[in-house]
């Protein structure tokens, strides 16, 4: 019975321990022109994520970074992020962006929606969306992610990639072609499209 008590009344209580068993990280207070930025830490393939959250003026020079644009998928926030000695909670979609992203050598500072913001406090949530425009425009690039590659990817980027180079080619072509023609010929072009233009020769 005491038992059972005790865990209806831990059910009830704010969240203080991951899934993992490490201590949940506990966000600080942002200012109005704040925003927080997230430096992956370098890591081998397969090793946990790691990373360091720092709090600093929305276009602080002295911080630059990558804003990541990604595919939510589930909302579910069963992976975690190591943060010192706590953890916080992300999404498989997140957690599966930041390892592709995270170098085995060097340090990454990104801008990641679903860490750099509270999930769990509406109040920054809210302010945090009205500055979305000056985070994404302040970020030295933006890099969008939709997931995992499949047996698909490849054929669709080949496609892509040969529809610009179609696109070249025929930029080419056409350039070239005109390259021999009289300096009235594409007087004369336009005149047809434009027949005001023609009375001007």
Not at 77 to 100: P, W
Not at 144 to 156: F, H, L, R
Not at 160 to 170: G, I, L, N
Request: aromatic share 6%.
């Amino acid at each position: 019975m005491a038992s059972e008590l005790a865990g209806r009344l831990q059910a009830w209580l704010p969240l203080t321990k991951s899934k993992k068993g490490g201590s949940i990280y506990k966000y600080g207070v942002l200012g109005s022109d704040e925003i927080r930025t997230l430096l992956i830490q370098p890591g081998a393939s397969g090793s946990p994520l790691t990373g360091q959250i720092e709090q600093h003026k929305l276009g602080d020079p002295d911080k630059p970074y990558e804003a990541l644009s990604y595919v939510w998928g589930s909302p579910k926030r069963g992976n975690v992020i190591r943060i010192g000695e706590k953890d916080v909670l992300v999404t498989r979609n997140a957690t599966e962006l930041l390892l592709h992203l995270r170098d085995e050598h060097h340090p990454r500072r990104v801008w990641i929606d679903g860490i750099c913001i509270d999930q769990d406090n509406i109040d920054e949530r809210s302010h945090q969306v009205t500055l979305m425009q000056a985070i994404f425009s302040g970020a030295s690039s933006v890099l969008i992610w939709v997931g995992e590659s499949d047996e698909d990817t490849k054929s669709v980027f080949s496609f892509f990639t040969s529809m610009d180079e179609r696109r070249r080619d025929q930029a080419e072509a056409e350039a070239h072609e005109h390259e021999n023609e009289h300096p009235d010929t594409e007087f004369v072009r336009k005149s047809i499209k434009d027949p005001s233009k023609r009375n001007r020769i």
